[in-house]
């Protein structure tokens, strides 16, 4: 995986300020591009899957990109909520993945995230904890 510290391309920056994190990562997503995605991630961080299973770090994250870059699609996100305090923020996203691939196939995925991101030394936002469908209830068995 290339370095993400030095961010290069105007097309997709990382926000320094919690307000941009969302358009930050609607840009980093719809690139489609697994190395590109990943520069919105901390080096240690968390997401959780569809299972409910959490996956640390960008190996495992970049596994779990392929899935839904598997669909061709953009992801559209509103905001809830964006709560910051000094270098952490807590986001209440609703987000969906709506449209045909080129299969033919009519995709409608949708869901509320609660997702934290962290600043870091260089003053640039990214994803620490996310989990996509976070306010959904899951079995405990």
Request: proline share 4%; glycine share 10%; net charge neutral.
């Amino acid at each position: 995986m290339e370095d993400c510290e030095i961010v290069k391309s105007p097309t997709f920056k990382l926000s320094t300020i919690p307000e941009g994190i969302v358009d930050s990562l609607m840009d980093h997503f719809n690139s489609r591009d697994i190395e590109t995605m990943l520069c919105f991630y901390e080096d240690d961080a968390i997401v959780i899957n569809t299972k409910g299973e959490p996956k640390r770090g960008k190996k495992e994250i970049a596994a779990e990109l392929q899935c839904s870059f598997g669909f061709g699609l953009p992801i559209r996100i509103s905001v809830r909520n964006i709560y910051a305090a000094g270098n952490l923020a807590a986001l209440i996203l609703d987000w969906k993945i709506v449209g045909t691939r080129r299969n033919g196939e009519i995709v409608n995925i949708t869901g509320t995230s609660s997702d934290y991101a962290k600043k870091g030394i260089d003053g640039y936002w990214r994803c620490w904890f996310g989990n996509p469908f976070g306010v959904r209830v899951r079995s405990l068995l």
